[in-house]
């Protein structure tokens, strides 16, 4: 055991590792692994008021992270707004929805709070290159976290697949890009090949260590809500973050730090959706969608590693799946934008238009404290989002046809508030 007593662990065999070994997957029965903390001695030296005197970050809880902070590569990740979506819960008939904004993060998406604590493991172990396959967020965040540390970074993406403002991001930030004429599945499988062969640190959500900063989510969705909401609605792909944020809200329990835990709710696109068939049809086995398709690219995902955790969080936590069509998506995504001044990616708008499928199907009650996350900002798929908009109005340089469309639209105004 390390000096803190981190230890590495099997979910499926219960086989334990030391936690400096560079390990994915289970030697022995290839199954996914989670990291232990030793919470009984974390217990004696925390509290909320000790966390509030920290700023409102994925650092703020450090001793409930596995890795020396001394060391850590942060761009100030977390601390993203939890908004009261009043007009929104108005207009769908909920009274206490909430929106956890994780677009505000350094990179615009949820990655960042996995990636500084993967990052930071990646300097402790010494290693000097990092690689990873993704639909885009991730990329964008490790080839930032990356950068900031010094690292060579590898990122494979399925080629034509990857939104612009993701793309872009990897880019500049001097990652190796590689684009796979295959799907984000297929590109996984070779990058984890890749990594097990080569000495590159692979920082997928199999990788456990970025899967403790994620959790962090949880924590801060208590520090700001000041309880445990009754669920936690949010986007499912790959299937780890639905699994970080569940360990998040165990832990807290765990410690004494909350008393009750909420209900884990992942939303899929339709044409990806192998974790709500298998909720729904209560499988002990997955089935994979070989060739998934969806508007939201960060989640065309049809064999998600992390299946067997999520599935467990769902399940343990008396959640449930849904899948929404890529026309749900579209619509909540607009009203998001226009309702509350909230501009997500189509993959986070999932997951609030999941939250209005289940309310009208009965399984979400109206005064339930739902908090919803967006993992990525708007800006990650400009293009998505011109084609979904009201198209630009354009003019010559004539001032009275100007004014004559102005007075059309504000004649509209008055007429919707009549
Ligand atoms: N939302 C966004 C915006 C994402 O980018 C992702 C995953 C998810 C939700 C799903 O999270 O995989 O933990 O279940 N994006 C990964 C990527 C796959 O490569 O950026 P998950």
Redesign the pocket.
């Known amino acids: 055991m390390s000096e803190r007593n981190i230890m590495l662990e099997c979910i499926n065999c219960g086989k334990k590792y030391p936690s400096d070994t560079v390990i994915y997957r289970c030697s022995s029965c290839g199954g996914l692994l989670d990291i232990i903390l030793d919470y009984d001695s974390i217990k004696e030296s925390i509290s909320w008021a000790k966390f509030k005197q920290r700023p409102l970050s994925v650092w703020r809880y450090y001793e409930l992270l596995p890795v020396n902070p001394k060391l850590k590569v942060s761009l100030l990740e977390g601390g993203t707004p939890l908004y009261h979506a009043k007009r929104l819960g108005e207009l769908i008939g909920l009274n206490n929805l909430y929106v956890k904004f994780e677009g505000a993060n350094p990179t615009g ?3 960042d709070r996995g990636m500084t604590v993967g990052v930071t493991k990646v300097v402790e172990l010494g290693i000097k290159s990092v690689g ?8 964008a965040s490790l080839a930032a976290y990356a950068a900031k540390a010094g690292l060579a970074c590898f990122v494979l993406l399925p080629a034509g697949k990857v939104a612009m403002g993701k793309l872009s991001q990897a880019m500049l930030h001097g990652a190796h890009v590689i684009a796979l004429k295959g799907n ?1 599945d297929q590109a996984l499988s070779i990058v984890e090949q890749i990594c097990n062969e080569e000495k590159i640190y692979l920082l997928n ?1 199999l990788n456990p260590w970025r899967l403790e900063g994620q959790k962090t989510t949880a924590y801060e969705i208590v520090d700001q809500l000041g309880k445990v909401p009754d669920r936690v609605v ?9 699994s970080a944020i569940w360990k998040g809200f165990k832990e807290l329990e765990t410690i004494y730090l909350t008393d009750t835990l909420p209900k884990m709710t992942g939303i899929q696109a339709k044409g990806a959706s192998p974790i709500v068939n298998m909720i729904k049809r209560n499988l002990k086995l997955i089935q994979f969608t070989d060739n998934p398709e969806t508007i939201a690219t ?2 065309r ?1 049809g064999r ?1 590693v ?1 299946w067997p955790k999520a599935v467990k969080a769902i399940r343990e936590s008396n959640g449930t799946a849904e899948s929404v069509s890529d026309s749900e998506i579209i619509t909540m995504q607009k009203m998001l934008a226009k309702l509350e001044g909230i501009g997500v ?1 189509p ?2 708008a999932a997951s609030l238009a999941g939250v209005q499928k289940l309310l009208e199907e009965g399984v979400i009650e109206r005064d339930e404290t739902i908090v919803s996350i967006t ?2 900002h708007m800006l ?1 798929d400009p293009q998505e989002a011109i084609e979904i908009a009201e198209p630009v109005n354009e003019f010559e340089s004539d001032i009275i046809k100007i004014k004559y469309f102005i007075e059309s639209k504000l004649a509209e105004v008055v007429k919707a508030v009549r």
């Open positions: 998406s949820f990655k990873c396959a993704s639909t885009g967020n991730t990329s984000f959500s949010l986007p499912v792909g790959n299937c780890g973050n639905i960060a989640i995902i998600p992390n990616e993959a986070s993992t990525g990650k």
